[in-house]
Structures are given as structure tokens and as C-alpha cells.
């Protein structure tokens, strides 16, 4: 295949950058689900559910923005949580009303979408590395999922 000086490859390797409005599209989705499972999940209403979710969006709206302003990088986790811990401090203004709608979102429901997305992402570089372990990673899977199983049955008839 003949190319031309102006056409370049992109890196299969290299993250693609989201913005803004992808994030809180993503986001809102999430809180959708979220919002149907705190609903089936608690004595909790719909509206208290809501408004915790939107207050819980708008906190991390504001740490995904302050990840791209602020001119050292810090993950957007971390802004995230730095904005949650600060207006949930008891000197924070509003911080009390903050803490009663947010008291109304179940952290289970919170975090099943989450944990089911990072169960299901999976990389390129994943994939890669599974390939050229081959048959050795699906021995390795079988015997830490056995193990963890196993653990927890011991501990529950241990201690419960």
C-alpha cells in the first residue's frame, strides 16, 4: 500500500480523549439507572432519589471540569473526590442540605453500574497481554475466583 507524506496512522494504543458533554451524557445515563435501582431498592421516593443524583452529578461535573482547567494534572477521580469531601465539610456552606439529599441515593445502587461498566471495559493492551499469555491466564482466573470463593465461604461459616 503506497501512502502519501500527509497521511499519518493513529496510535492504536492511545486513549481517545472525551469531552465535556460526553461525560455528562455518560453520566446522566448512569444516573438513570441508578435512579430505577434506588427507586426498587429503598423506602426512598423518586424525587429524593433525584435530587441526590442531580447534586451527585453536578459535584462530579465540577471535578470533571476542574480536571481540564486547573494547569497541573491530577486524575479526574481525584478532583472528584477533593470537590465532594470540600462541599461536604462541616464549615462548607450548604453543606448541610448537601448531605440530606445526597443521604437519599443508596451506595449499592450507586455503585452496580459502575462496577458492571469496569467489569466490562476492557483495553486493547488487555486483550494484548491475555493473548500472549494464552492458556496460562484462564488457569490463573479459575484458581483466584475458586480461592476468593472458597475464602469467603470459610469466613461466613467462621463468623456468621
Not at 497521511?7 to 465535556?20: I, N, R, S, Y
Not at 435501582?37 to 471535578?63: E, H, R, Y
Not at 441515593?105 to 459502575?114: D, E, G, H, I, M
Request: net charge negative; with cysteine.
Amino acid at each position: 500500500m503506497i501512502m502519501s507524506d500527509t497521511q499519518t496512522f493513529e496510535d492504536p494504543t492511545a486513549e481517545a480523549k472525551l469531552g465535556l458533554g460526553i461525560h455528562a451524557a455518560a453520566m446522566a445515563v448512569v444516573c438513570v439507572v441508578v435512579l430505577v435501582g434506588n427507586t426498587v431498592a429503598t423506602d426512598n421516593t423518586l424525587s429524593q432519589g433525584f435530587l441526590g443524583l442531580i447534586v451527585l452529578w453536578a459535584l462530579c461535573m465540577i471535578g470533571l471540569v476542574l480536571t481540564k482547567v486547573v494547569p497541573f494534572k491530577l486524575p479526574s477521580v481525584a478532583w472528584i473526590s477533593l470537590v465532594g469531601i470540600l462541599a461536604t465539610l462541616p464549615w462548607t456552606p450548604g453543606s448541610a442540605w448537601i448531605l440530606d439529599k445526597v443521604q437519599h441515593v443508596n451506595f449499592l445502587t450507586l455503585a452496580t453500574p459502575c462496577l458492571a461498566y469496569a467489569g466490562l471495559a476492557i483495553a486493547r493492551r488487555e486483550i494484548d497481554i491475555a493473548k500472549e499469555s494464552g492458556w496460562k491466564i484462564a488457569v490463573v482466573a479459575v484458581l483466584v475466583m475458586t480461592g476468593t470463593y472458597v475464602g469467603s465461604a470459610i469466613v461466613a461459616e467462621l463468623f456468621l
